[in-house]
């Protein structure tokens, strides 16, 4: 997607334009004032500290767990808007990917996604976890954005054009004024950043447990390796054995949705016949799942070593490799096949705010339970109480599964 800019915004290096920070000193006296180059460590300096003993921010989280990885909506498709969304497009600052824009004016289509009160359901559809605000003369929408933006727990900048001419804060956004609600206060200290030469203050930053994420990310990795290098002789010998066992790849090489719906190759020991995919639809008719997902019990294309494989998830032993590599984690909830998670309704999609894991709480608690509303739920649970303490508990009674041999 491309956004061109209505003028060449190459001025990364030009002073605050005249009168911005003379203009804040009024707002400086009642709250703090950072103000730091977009190539330095901002937000993450702003955000330290900011570390919870729960998972609570799930779509923070999802963000923190691949790298920093965002997704911006950006709010006003005029000059400024676009000029921005080309900025954001090509210098892709702190791996910010702009998804489109919504806009009250512009007619709806290609990248304008809709309108402010869409906006709730393009956030979740195009897993948004910041809005920029480009609306410079309407500040009455400016706030309605802002209220929706916390109520989904979304990241919020806006180009200080909205500063009203005396130094003053518009009181709108502040609470308390003219057309404001208390709701509307913002606890977070003002970051001012310069986005190519742009001046963009962060009204809001959603807390994110980083400190946790970041040792989450680092027990993946020692695990997984360990996991790789201990079962390497026993994969070796399911490898021969499938391979002797029926025709076919020794892998089950599949594409699924991962982290904000990404498509990713999820590697299994294929424990079905080799043509499993293209027999599916014949059997939807015989599906015990409840939902959009698919799963029979005595499914026919499964092989008789493939039930061995399956009845202990040594199938799942190639997974260490997707969680070495970042696009799974040890713990967390399954990944589920496109064709499936394109029968995702829109609040199904919460499931994909999280990295995708080997295992998780479904699978130590309700593994046999068809109904994909349970299977949601505990996904949920999950997220939204997670600590390192639940993912050691979850791979402790993982173990316990495995070997009292009670799998799919």
């Not at 929408?141 to 802002?146: E, G, K, P, S, T």
């Amino acid at each position: 997607m491309s956004f061109p800019a209505t003028s060449n915004p190459e001025n990364s290096g030009r002073p605050t334009p005249p009168g911005l920070i003379p203009r804040l000193a009024g707002h400086v006296a009642a709250r703090k004032l950072h103000s730091v180059n977009s190539d330095t460590a901002g937000v993450a300096a702003s955000a330290e500290g900011l570390e919870l003993n729960r998972w609570q921010r799930r779509v923070a989280s999802g963000r923190i767990a691949r790298g920093g990885e965002q997704n911006v909506l950006i709010v006003g498709a005029g000059r400024l808007g676009r000029e921005m969304a080309a900025i954001l497009e090509r210098e892709r600052i702190h791996g910010r990917t702009v998804v489109g824009f919504v806009d009250e004016r512009e007619p709806v289509g290609g990248n304008v996604l809709g309108r402010v009160a869409d906006l709730a359901r393009i956030a979740r559809r195009e897993f948004v976890d910041e809005v920029i605000l480009a609306i410079p003369d309407q500040p009455d929408l400016a706030r309605r954005v802002i209220r929706e933006s916390r109520r989904n727990r979304l990241n919020i900048r806006v180009i200080p054009d909205l500063f009203d001419d005396d130094g003053r804060h518009n009181r709108g956004f502040e609470g308390g004024g003219e057309g404001g609600q208390a709701g509307d206060r913002l606890s977070s200290p003002l970051v001012l950043e310069y986005f190519g030469g742009l001046p963009v203050l962060a009204l809001h930053q959603e807390k994110a447990p980083r400190s946790g994420l970041f040792w989450k990310r680092v027990l993946d990795i020692v695990l997984s390796a360990l996991a790789l290098v201990a079962t390497a002789p026993l994969m070796a010998m399911i490898a021969l054995a499938i391979k002797m066992a029926s025709p076919g790849p020794v892998l089950y090489r599949a594409k699924r949705a991962g982290l904000k719906g990404r498509k990713f190759i999820c590697n299994k020991f294929r424990t079905m016949v080799a043509n499993a995919d293209q027999l599916k639809d014949g059997l939807r008719s015989d599906n015990e799942r409840q939902g959009p997902c698919f799963k029979i019990a005595g499914d026919p294309r499964i092989t008789r070593l493939g039930q061995f494989l399956r009845r202990y998830s040594l199938d799942e032993l190639p997974q260490f490799w997707n969680v070495l590599w970042g696009e799974m984690s040890l713990v967390g909830p399954r990944p589920h096949p496109l064709d499936d998670v394109a029968k995702y309704r829109l609040d199904h999609l919460r499931r994909l705010d999280v990295t995708p894991g080997i295992t998780g709480l479904w699978q130590v608690t309700a593994r046999r339970d068809p109904s994909f509303q349970r299977n949601m739920a505990l996904d949920l649970e999950y997220i939204e109480h997670w600590n390192l303490r639940m993912d050691l508990r979850i791979l402790w009674k993982t173990l316990f599964v495995m070997l009292h041999g009670s799998g799919a």
